[in-house]
C-alpha cells in the first residue's frame, strides 16, 4: 500500500516537472519556431519544401499587407493576385514590338496566317454504305439546324463550333490511349487531332466576342454537346473511318454556312463590324481588319479540317492504321 502511494508521488511529480515541456502551448511553439523551421532542406526542391515554409511566409504576407495599412488596406490588384510558395511564376509573354502578349488561351508560337487559297469547292463523292450514311447523317442534321438559326449566322456559327470542336478531342484522346496500351507511336495524329480541337475551340472564343447567345442557345449547347460526345465516341471506337468521314462532311457544311454568312455580310444584312482583338492576334490579321476577315479566315480552316478528317478516312478504307501515314501537321 505504502508502496503504490510511493509510486503514484513519483509519477506526479514527473509529470509536474515534464509537463510544461511537453504539453505547453507556447513551449511547442518554442520548439517549432527555434528548431524545427530553421533546419535547412538539404537535397529538396523548390516543390518539396515543408508546409512550414508556407506558414512562415503566410505569416510574412500578413506583416507586409499590415504594414501597408492592415488587411484591407491593399489595393484591388493584390487582393487578386494568386501566390504561391512552388515556385512556378506565370510565364511572361511579349509580342514583337515588345508589348506584353495579353491572351493566356493562346501564345504568339500558336498563332498563323490562315490559307485562304485552299480549295473550298472539293467534294467526296459517297460511294461505299458507310459513306452514304455519313453524308446523309450530316444531311439530316442541317434541316434542324437550319429551322432553328434561320439567318442568324452569328449565333450559327457560334452553335456549330461548340459540335466542331468534339471529334478532334475524341479522336485524339481515344489514339492517345490507343498508343499508351500498344506502346506504339502515332504517326503525329493524336497532335494533329488535337490541334483540331483546339482550333475550331477559338473559334468559338472569336464569336463569342461579335454574338450574344440567348439563355435557351446556350442550354442547347449543353444538350447537343452531351448527346453528339457521346454518339461520336461510339461511333469512332466501332468504326473510325465512318467517325472521319462524318467531320469531313460536317466541314463541307460548315463551308457552306460560312460562304452564306459572308453573302450576308457582303449584302448589307450583317454589320461588317471591326474584327475582335482575338482573332486579330489568332490570325495575324492587319490592325484594320473586319468580321468578314476573320470569316474567311475560319472558312480556310474549316476546309483544312475536311480535307484532314476525308484522308483520315481514306487511310483506315485501305486497311491501314493512320500512325502509317505521317499526319498533316504545321498549318496550325
Not at 518539396?48 to 499590415?66: F, H, N, P, V
Request: hydrophobic share 40%.
Amino acid at each position: 500500500m505504502m508502496m503504490s502511494r510511493g509510486y503514484t508521488r513519483l509519477a506526479s511529480s514527473m509529470f509536474t516537472m515534464v509537463s510544461p515541456r511537453f504539453f505547453s502551448t507556447a513551449a511547442t511553439r518554442g520548439v517549432l519556431s527555434n528548431d524545427m523551421v530553421k533546419v535547412p532542406a538539404v537535397g529538396l526542391g523548390v516543390r518539396c519544401r515543408s508546409s512550414m515554409a508556407a506558414i512562415a511566409g503566410g505569416d510574412k504576407e500578413q506583416e507586409k499587407k499590415q504594414a501597408v495599412g492592415g488587411d484591407g488596406g491593399g489595393s484591388a490588384k493584390d487582393d487578386k493576385e494568386i501566390v504561391s510558395y512552388w515556385g512556378l511564376d506565370p510565364t511572361k509573354v511579349s509580342k514583337e514590338d515588345g508589348s506584353p502578349w495579353k491572351w493566356t488561351c493562346f501564345r504568339p508560337w500558336d498563332t498563323y496566317q490562315a490559307d485562304l487559297s485552299i480549295d473550298l469547292k472539293k467534294h467526296h463523292a459517297p460511294v461505299t454504305v458507310l459513306d452514304k450514311m455519313a453524308y446523309w447523317t450530316v444531311k439530316s442534321l442541317r434541316w434542324p439546324t437550319d429551322l432553328f438559326f434561320q439567318r442568324r449566322y452569328g449565333c450559327r456559327a457560334m452553335m456549330l463550333e461548340t459540335v466542331a470542336a468534339v471529334p478532334g478531342m475524341v479522336g485524339g484522346m481515344l489514339l492517345h490511349c490507343k498508343s499508351l496500351r500498344r506502346f506504339e507511336r502515332s504517326g503525329g495524329w493524336i497532335k494533329a487531332l488535337l490541334e483540331e480541337a483546339e482550333n475550331e475551340r477559338m473559334h468559338l472564343m472569336t464569336f463569342m466576342e461579335v454574338s450574344d447567345p440567348k439563355w435557351y442557345e446556350r442550354a442547347l449547347v449543353f444538350a447537343v454537346q452531351g448527346v453528339f460526345f457521346n454518339a461520336y465516341f461510339l461511333g469512332y471506337i466501332i468504326s473510325p473511318k465512318f467517325a472521319h468521314r462524318v467531320v469531313g462532311y460536317l466541314e463541307e457544311e460548315a463551308i457552306h454556312s460560312y460562304t452564306e454568312f459572308l453573302k450576308e455580310l457582303d449584302n448589307g444584312n450583317i454589320e461588317n463590324v471591326p474584327a475582335p482583338p482575338i482573332a486579330i492576334d489568332y490570325w495575324r490579321l492587319p490592325p484594320n481588319s473586319t468580321l468578314r476577315d476573320v470569316v474567311l479566315a475560319v472558312r480556310a480552316d474549316e476546309a483544312h479540317h475536311r480535307d484532314v478528317n476525308h484522308f483520315a478516312s481514306d487511310i483506315h478504307y485501305q486497311g491501314r492504321q493512320l500512325k502509317e501515314a505521317p499526319a498533316p501537321l504545321g498549318y496550325h
